[in-house]
């Protein structure tokens, strides 16, 4: 089942085209790489699927839902982790659960199960009263993705959510990734670091507003003739017009 269909999606400022005509489908539980160097296009089409802004034409449904007509519904099914981890350092671990298991609907009663739980399958029991801000990096990086999804959304969307972080701790980041896909959750992750890519079963390539490539990480390197996906990567984004 797919749980997240375009056709021909657009979005123009003025005269700029910003994403030009892009059409893919992603099925769920699928980890889909959303790969693009810097003005290529990825986060105006990142805003666009989850309901944060209008696209100028074509169509795309998100969750099952249409992208003009019901942004509130994409919002209340889908998941969202940037690089800034939106985590509020000055609440304690179980004060930034509670707040966003609240936001996204949790009853009083499921809320304290969760927070439970979340604690444990992160080790984190100790650090119930810990304020954020003194969490280590990685720490942060897993409890904001585990807040992200703490509703069991159908989709999360990962906005270069490592980086900064040392490799390890993105190894373990990953882990929690296939956790999720295990459950269905559908994970469409844009990132700089072409490994990571590697990771995904699925990987599309913009350039200049456009899907250039799309296709699974091994399949890519064989029609391009590339060791890695970032040789790939390179090999398209020389073709690109656009400045960064």
């Given at each position: 089942m797919n749980v997240i269909e375009t056709d021909r999606l657009t979005k123009r400022f003025g005269t700029f085209t910003a994403v030009d005509r892009?059409?893919?489908?992603?099925?769920?539980?699928?980890?889909?790489?959303?790969?693009?160097?810097?003005?290529?296009?990825?986060?105006?089409?990142?805003?666009?699927?989850?309901?944060l802004s209008t696209?100028?034409?074509?169509?795309?449904?998100?969750?099952?839902?249409?992208?003009?007509?019901?942004?509130?519904?994409i919002k209340r099914n889908i998941g969202y982790?940037?690089?800034?981890?939106?985590?509020?350092?000055?609440?304690?671990?179980?004060?930034?659960?509670?707040?966003?298991?609240?936001?996204?609907?949790?009853?009083?009663r499921r809320l304290s199960d969760k927070t439970d739980e979340l604690l444990h399958t992160l080790g984190m029991e100790s650090e119930r009263n810990t304020?954020?801000?003194?969490?280590?990096?990685?720490?942060?990086?897993?409890?904001a993705f585990s807040v992200a999804i703490i509703h069991e959304p159908k989709i999360v969307f990962l906005d270069e959510p490592t980086g900064g972080v040392d490799p390890v701790t993105r190894r373990q980041f990953w882990e929690l990734i296939y956790e999720a896909s295990t459950r269905n959750i559908t994970v469409f992750v844009t990132t700089h670091y072409m490994d990571e890519a590697e990771y995904c079963h699925r990987v599309s390539i913009m350039v200049d507003g456009r899907i250039?490539?799309?296709?699974?990480?091994?399949?890519?390197?064989?029609?391009?003739?590339?060791g890695t996906?970032?040789?790939?990567?390179q090999a398209l984004a020389r073709k690109a017009k656009r400045g960064e």
């Open positions: 892009i059409s893919f489908e992603v099925k769920e539980g699928e980890i889909f790489g959303f790969l693009g160097a810097n003005g290529a296009g990825k986060t105006t089409a990142m805003r666009m699927l989850c309901g696209p100028t034409s074509g169509s795309a449904r998100i969750a099952g839902f249409d992208v003009y007509k019901q942004t509130e519904q982790m940037s690089q800034k981890f939106s985590l509020y350092g000055n609440l304690k671990v179980w004060e930034n659960i509670r707040l966003f298991g609240g936001i996204y609907g949790l009853s009083s304020f954020v801000d003194a969490l280590p990096l990685g720490w942060k990086q897993k409890l250039d490539a799309l296709d699974k990480p091994a399949a890519l390197k064989a029609t391009h003739r590339a996906i970032n040789e790939v990567f």
